[in-house]
């Protein structure tokens, strides 16, 4: 199974810079996602991790250690629009029925204020 | 907008009774995944299916039930229903059951009475 850490809520100024943080124990690992969600909308994709390091897409950057259990969401140049909630899930290994697992995090609220 | 669309978008119902819920994946997806999102507890998985069949269940109950029909669309049914199961429903797609790139429909949102 799988246990997944995030803070509940964060609030940050336009223009700066903020970190989303998730921590997870997993007994199988096959990846790690960022999704954002506004309020009452379905999630959408941001990023995927699967191996050490940082990956960078345009103002948002995805962290991950596997030997931390560890990743984080970097924002940067907040906009008004960015105020969601974002989303960390891990990625089991296939059970062996050929399907793999999403778990998510319970979310991440970011309130971005001028 | 995702491609994946569900219906209806909202509905309201009563304790005890039955209803279905309908997802229908992005062109040439066949893999199909259920969550429930409730306030208190994020996205729970519910069940996974590949091209018309199951592989994998989450936290389902057994009152919930669900298929994917010969053209890729699936239903997710749930009866008895509860107060406790008013939640946003959203189905997801993907191209194949690795599950690496899921694309989310609107949902539909379930409030019992």
């Known amino acids: 199974g799988q246990n997944i850490d995030q803070p509940t809520e964060m609030t940050a100024t336009e223009g700066a810079i903020v970190q989303i943080n998730c921590t997870y124990q997993t007994s199988g690992f096959n990846g790690l996602f960022w999704y954002q969600q506004h309020a009452g909308e379905a999630p959408t994709f941001l990023s995927y991790?699967?191996?050490?390091g940082l990956e960078e897409k345009g103002r948002f950057s995805s962290f991950l250690s596997r030997s931390k259990g560890y990743s984080y969401l970097l924002l940067k140049e907040l906009q008004m629009k960015d105020s969601a909630s974002y989303l960390c899930a891990v990625r089991d290994k296939d059970s062996g029925a050929g399907s793999y697992q999403l778990t998510f995090g319970k979310g991440t609220k970011l309130s971005v204020i001028p | 907008d995702s491609g994946v669309t569900q219906t209806p978008k909202h509905l309201i119902t009563a304790t005890g009774q039955r209803v279905t819920l309908r997802c229908s994946p992005r062109s040439g997806d066949l893999s199909v995944y259920w969550y429930q999102q409730s306030l208190d507890q994020g996205l729970q998985f519910l069940i996974h299916y590949y091209n018309g069949e199951e592989r994998a269940k989450g936290n389902i109950l057994e009152r919930f039930s669900a298929q994917q029909f010969p053209d890729l669309h699936s239903e997710l049914n749930l009866s008895s229903l509860e107060l406790g199961d008013s939640a946003l429903y959203f189905c997801?797609?993907?191209?194949?059951?690795?599950?690496?790139?899921?694309?989310f429909g609107p949902g539909t949102r379930l409030l019992v009475l």
């Open positions: 991790n699967v191996l050490d």
């Open positions: 997801a797609s993907s191209v194949d059951p690795s599950g690496r790139s899921l694309y």
